[in-house]
């Protein structure tokens, strides 16, 4: 196993932590320091788009466009964090996206770079405060969390499409809160633990469809 290398850096990100409903998806992704200058994604939130499709449009060019050498995404789902806890869950997911990586570039072991302060893997890892913006692995790794998880709302769209994932894409927006209102939690995609405190609904109960 051949550790450490300034040839290659694995960057790693998550997206969905902010929202009511669905998986917080963590994505790895591994370059070439070289290939940073001409790595076209930026930070995902930098994205703008009046449309779901508009959004996956420019996410599949610039990935598409970069030179990455490997990635991964794993989803932490809301039944997964009430069965291990929120940080359990989200080390597990930070874990298996950066191993999977690495496996596939074995026997090379790349140092994985984490946006943020939090370690959340702590072998051969570190973090970057503000990471997504300042090194291109990490806004590659950003583009692929959030392509997956916007994914994940357009298809849970078409199945519940009175709850508008397409639009809202599962945070707590007006019209979002009033579909979980009237229509109830979805059982394993709403983070019913979170919801169920909220007090914009007044202790109300809550239905929970399956």
Known sequence: ???????????????????????IVVGACALRVADFANT???????YSGKNIASLFSAYDRDIASSKILASSVYESWPLE??????GAALRDAYRL????????????HPK?????????????????????SKCKA?????CIAKRRQLEVMHEWHLRYPEYGFNRHHGYGTD????????????????????????????????????
């Open 175 to 210: 019209e979002h809160i009033a579909a979980i209102r009237k229509h109830g939690m979805l059982s394993g995609f709403h983070r019913i633990t979170i919801v169920a405190r909220m007090p914009l609904f007044g202790g109300i109960t809550l239905k929970t469809r399956t």
């Open 81 to 86: 964090s009430v069965q291990k806890g929120a």
């Open 40 to 46: 076209p994604c930026r930070d995902s939130k930098k």
């Open 1 to 23: 196993m051949h550790y450490g290398s300034d040839e290659i850096v694995i960057g790693c990100d998550e997206c969905g932590w902010g929202p009511l409903a669905g998986p």
């Open 97 to 108: 996206a950066i191993e999977t990586v690495r496996y596939r570039l074995r026997p090379r």
């Open 138 to 142: 990490i806004s590659a790794a950003s």
């Open 112 to 132: 994985a770079i984490i946006d943020g302060s939090t370690l959340w893997y702590n072998n051969y890892c570190e973090t970057m405060i503000k990471g997504d």
